[in-house]
């Protein structure tokens, strides 16, 4: 599968190192995840801020919300995927990691995402019911109440599996890297911009988030493949929903 985030054996020097694409491309990058970030974390002070019942957005504002996270999410991908292809040709297919070979195969990358998904859901219940973290609040207002809503939101969650792996774990994992010769540095390295890419969430939150970007990113360097963690995020952030849409729609919340 080529180079990609293949672990390596000690450091490598620099001039054997072919970056995925050049320097300035991944800074820019990084400035607008963090800058988006910070415009969604002041964005969404109002739903702390606000009373539960004012704070709770309708059903044009949900859509709205979820049609501009889809749009983020693509433009992120379509600035990497531009950026590696015209530095080196990279597919799609070779950053994802290939087509499954067997069915074995397959079922291999399906058990290890239900494996990661258990561990990050237990993870963030844990998380949730010791420190009741205050970002909490954001996330709770801005899941899916309706059918229309929880169609939208399975949309949402397919592009964030696909989008922000393909951004995160396979191309900033893969350059940090090349950049600097160890795998867990480069583990480290995106598991951070990761977690302070969700601003919205709040300090808590994100640093929780830091931890699942440090086992995602484990998990897909172990598997030198990003098909199990798209496939263990997309479940992630559905079921969240999902659960949330379901108790809403019995009236326990």
């Known amino acids: 599968m080529n180079d990609m985030i293949a672990p390596s054996a000690g450091s490598e020097p620099a001039g054997e190192r072919k970056l995925l694409a050049p320097i300035w491309h991944t800074v820019g990058l990084i400035v607008l995840i963090l800058g988006t970030s910070a415009a969604s974390y002041l964005t969404s002070q109002h739903f702390v801020s ?5 704070a709770v957005p309708n059903r044009a504002a949900m859509l709205v919300t979820y049609a ?7 433009v992120l991908f379509l600035y990497v995927y531009l950026g590696e292809k015209f530095s080196r040709g990279t597919r799609i297919a070779e950053r994802v990691g290939g087509r499954w070979s067997s069915a074995r195969d397959f079922w291999r990358d399906i058990g290890i995402a239900l494996a990661l998904w258990v561990v990050l859901t237990a993870f963030g219940g844990i998380v949730g019911h ?10 709770l207002k801005l899941l899916p109440r309706d059918a229309t809503e929880i169609i939208a939101w399975l949309l949402v969650c397919v592009s964030a599996g696909f989008c922000e792996e393909y951004v995160f774990r396979g191309y900033l994992q893969e350059q940090f890297r090349l950049l600097t010769g160890k795998v867990w540095i480069a583990v480290a390295l995106q598991a951070i911009v990761f977690g302070f890419g969700h601003g919205y969430q709040g300090v808590a939150l994100m640093l929780t988030i830091i931890v699942y970007g440090l086992l995602i990113g484990a998990t897909a360097a172990w598997r030198k493949s990003l098909r199990p963690v798209m496939i263990a995020h997309g479940w992630l952030d559905f079921f969240q929903g999902f659960a949330f849409y379901v108790a809403h729609a019995l009236h326990q919340i």
């Open 130 to 139: 010791l420190l009741h973290p205050k970002g909490m609040e954001t996330v």
């Open 50 to 54: 606000a009373s539960p019942e004012a």
């Open 68 to 74: 501009g996270t889809l749009v983020l999410e693509w």
